[in-house]
Every structure is written in C-alpha cells, then in structure tokens.
C-alpha cells in the first residue's frame, strides 16, 4: 500500500458555527468559520469534542463534507436518535455557538484532484459525506478524472446532497449518480429496495478493466459486503480504499 | 493538550455507564467493531505461513500445522480501539512472541508486522516481550473470522488495537525504527491508550 499524506500536530481549535443547514428530516450540515484552517484533502475527517458544563467531555470523528476552501468547513451530521453526539450536533447545536475540532486527520481514504484514473464511489447512509467532499473538489478544481457514485441510502427522503448531486451529475462534467433504495423507491423505479448486489455493481460500477480507485464509506456490514463484491468482481483490492463508520454494523 | 474550558453550549452529556479500567476518552462496547483500509484478504490456511526476519535477513518461518503444533496460551485480555472503543475480557489463543522470537539471533530494538493485504505497524521489540503480545490464532474458542483478522493476528494489547496486525504473515526485526501504514499517516508512533496517544504530537 502506498504511503500518503504527512500531517502536522494537531491541536484543538475552537470553530465558530456559522450557519446550519437541513440535508434530510435526520440530518443536518454544520457550516463552520476556522480562522486558521491548515487545509484538508477530500476525504479526510475532525474529531469534534464536546464539553458539559460540569467537564464532562466525549469525541467522535465527522468526515469533512465540504472541498477545501479557505477558513470554511462543512460537516453532515446524521442523528443517531439513541446517540449521545449526534443529537447535540443535529439538533441543539446553532449559528454562533462554539465547537471544539482537531484535524484534518486521515491520509489514506483521500482523492487528490491530479489524479488520473477513473473513480468509483461506493456510499451507504451517512458515508456519502466524505465521498462528497471528493466530488466538490473535483469540480472546484476543474479536475477532469471521470466520476461514478453509487449510493445507497434508505430511500429518496433519506438522501443526502440530493439537488446538488442532481445538478453535478446534469452538467456534462462526467459525474454519474446511481441510486439504490434499500426501504423504499420512488414510484416508477426499475429496482425493487433492496442491497447493493453484484448485479447492481455491474451495471453502475466502472468495469474492473477500466482500473479505477474504489472508494467504500459507510457502516461496517455494508463496507464489508461492497467491498467483498468488488474483489470477487475483479477489483484489484489494492485499489479499494475503504472506511468503516464505527461501530453499527447494520445495512442503512 | 489545547483549549480547556470550551464548554458547548446546551450539552450535557449521555455518559455511559462507566467501566474501571477504561483509559481516557475509551468508551464501553459489548460489539466488535471491524475496521480496516481496504477489504478483507481472505487467506486459507494452506496458503498461510508465518516468519519471522531478522535484521541480517535470516528467516525463520512456520506453515499453518507447524505453527499449530507450538504450544499456545489463552490470554484473556482488554481492547483498546484509537476510535475509542474499548472492549473487556475478551479471550483468545495463540503463541507468545516470545516462543516465536527464542531460537532467532538479533540485536534489533525494532520489529514491523507485515500482513497479507500489504498492512504494517510498527512496535520496539520489546513491546512483544515478556508475555505481552502473542499470534492469535482463536477468538472466544472459534477461529478468527477474516473479517478480525484470521487466519491469524497479532495481538499486543496494551497499545491501540491498530498495532494488532490482522492477517499477519510476518514480523521483521530492524535496528531503526521505520514507521507503518497508519503510524505514517497521522497515527501516534507508539500508541499507548493510557496516555491518549492517538495521533503525532500526542
Ligand atoms: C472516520 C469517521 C468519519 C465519520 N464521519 C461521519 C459523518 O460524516 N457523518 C456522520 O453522521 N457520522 C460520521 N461518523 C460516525 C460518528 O463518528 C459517530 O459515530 C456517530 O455520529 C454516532 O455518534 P453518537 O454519539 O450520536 O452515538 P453514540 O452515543 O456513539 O452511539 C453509537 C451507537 O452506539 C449505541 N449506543 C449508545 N449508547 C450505548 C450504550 N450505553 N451502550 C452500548 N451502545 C450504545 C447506539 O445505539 C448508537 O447507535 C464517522 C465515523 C468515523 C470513524
């Protein structure tokens, strides 16, 4: 495996949130203000930490959703509703408060925009986030390496980013969106719901031969079981980059 | 370490029920969360062999029923994840490094684990010493799914569970230090979870 990125100390800043935003009923894009962000690569992730006013604290990882610019940051967080972060994240979190990050943290599941090869992302629920970060920064760049993303989510209600996503894949910038619905599909739709299988890989997928980096974000099950089905379809796992969001391990 | 006393606003906390022997910022987990880079390699046992090389090169190495044959303890041991999970009591078999490292002739004060998959860490040596750290080749009385690790892994407990080398297939011994795959990405040379040294600089 190759040897990526070297990181700097990271120390814990204080951001100011400067906006939130609804991505679906669940989930919520916190727009942060980072006077000396150091830059990220799409891909990477904060840690987040979270104080109480009797010093109680607690931490959790939050990819970065947004492309690099200047001293801006925006996180997607899903609410986990038996969740002791997201929640707070979610919901209670506002415009001006404070919040504690350290990174950018990961130099494996990145994409840098000079490189060539075809990409295929690979998205369940919540791990579209840094998958989209990779998208922003392609187009942000002009960069031209072609683009397939294929994202399962619970249904058409549930999807993050979707106009945005709609948009990119519409300007002939050589991004393509596929959708599987694992609960529910909108009506006239091809698929019954159901899991990303082999079928479904060989149609939306970029064909092995093509070599293309795969990048695989989601809970654990579901990064277990794509990235299974891309080895067994003739991806070199060399070329698979997975991340596995924590500990559920369930289908989204 | 950094800003203290940034207190979030409207946040009070769902603390866990806390466990003794949790080091700083480890939560609880009764699961046993799978994290990797890439997918599982899927490596039988016909095809699995473990060595050990030393610094001058020398290999020893042992195949599936030669490594089977050596005499194996039943740690049962604490997990400590860098994503701050931490899991209790859990119980495995294997071979001490130590069984592994008695016939070698080195002076080397480093040892990196290689793994099927092209996965390394690195680890000072006597970090494997002592009835510290074994090859695991069972968990909870089965054999290890891939999906953890098996056919085999290191098992070093008593640093973060990404020096655990899953599907290891080697151990080399160097006389400098040679940081591995997350140790070079951002991840705390040494890793020790009592000292919350989870990436550089911790
Ligand atoms: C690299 C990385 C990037 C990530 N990026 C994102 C992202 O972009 N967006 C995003 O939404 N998430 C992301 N995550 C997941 C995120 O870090 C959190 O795990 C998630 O938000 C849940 O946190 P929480 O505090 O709400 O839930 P937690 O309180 O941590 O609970 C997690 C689960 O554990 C269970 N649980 C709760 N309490 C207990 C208990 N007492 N005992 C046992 N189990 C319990 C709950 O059922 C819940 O489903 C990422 C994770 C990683 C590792």
């Not at chain 1, 690569?41 to 959790?60: F, I, N």
């Not at chain 2, 074994?134 to 690790?149: F, K, L, M, N, S």
Request: proline content about 9%; some cysteine.
């Amino acid at each position: 495996m190759a040897r990526a990125t070297v990181l700097g100390r990271l120390t814990w800043r204080v951001a100011t949130v400067a906006a939130v935003r609804d991505e679906t009923q669940n989930a919520r894009t916190i727009v942060l203000d980072l006077p000396d962000w150091p830059g990220h690569l799409a891909g990477q992730h904060v840690d987040v930490r979270l104080t109480a006013p009797d010093g109680y604290s607690t931490e959790r990882s939050y990819s970065i959703a947004s492309a690099p610019e200047g001293n801006r940051l925006e996180l997607t967080v899903d609410l986990l509703p038996d969740g002791e972060v997201s929640p707070y994240l979610a919901r209670v979190l506002s415009a001006g408060d404070p919040l504690e990050i350290r990174g950018p943290i990961g130099g494996w599941f990145v994409w840098r925009p000079e490189r060539p090869e075809p990409v295929q992302l690979i998205a369940g629920g919540s791990g579209v986030v840094p998958l989209m970060a990779m998208i922003r920064t392609r187009e942000a760049g002009g960069a031209r390496a072609p683009f397939r993303l294929l994202y399962s989510t619970r249904g058409p209600e549930a999807a993050f980013y979707r106009d945005e996503l709609r948009r990119s894949s519409e300007n002939g910038s050589g991004l393509s969106v596929t959708y599987a619905y694992t609960r529910e599909v909108p009506q006239d739709w091809e698929r019954p719901p159901g899991r990303v299988d082999a079928g479904l890989l060989a149609q939306a997928a970029w064909a092995p031969e093509r070599e293309p980096i795969s990048f695989v974000c989601g809970p654990t099950g579901f990064v277990e079981n794509v990235a299974d089905l891309l080895v067994s379809a003739g991806h070199d796992p060399a070329r698979i980059r997975t991340e596995r969001f924590g500990p559920s391990g369930g289908q989204p | 370490m950094g800003v203290i006393g940034t207190v979030s606003p409207g946040f009070f906390g769902r603390r866990r029920a806390k466990a003794p022997d949790l080091p700083p910022g480890q939560y609880l987990t009764e699961d046993f969360p799978v994290l990797s880079a890439g997918p599982t390699p899927r490596i039988s046992t016909e095809a699995w062999s473990f060595g050990i090389t030393t610094e001058t090169g020398e290999v020893r190495r042992w195949n599936w029923a030669e490594f089977n044959a050596l005499a194996m303890e039943r740690p049962t041991v604490d997990l400590h994840c860098v994503t701050k999970w931490s899991k209790l009591g859990t119980t495995w078999e294997g071979v001490p490094l130590e069984t592994l490292l008695a016939g070698v002739e080195t002076s080397a004060e480093y040892a990196v684990a290689e793994s099927y998959g092209g996965y390394t860490t690195n680890l000072p040596l006597e970090d494997l010493l002592d009835g510290k750290a074994w090859i695991a080749v069972r968990y909870d009385g089965e054999p290890i799914t891939p999906a953890h690790g098996g056919p085999a892994r290191l098992l070093v407990p008593h640093l973060y569970f990404w020096k655990s080398a899953k599907w290891v297939r080697g151990i080399r011994l160097l006389n400098d230090d040679e940081p591995g795959f997350w140790e070079s990405v951002g991840y705390h040379n040494y890793g020790d979870p009592w000292r919350e040294q989870r990436y550089w600089g911790d």
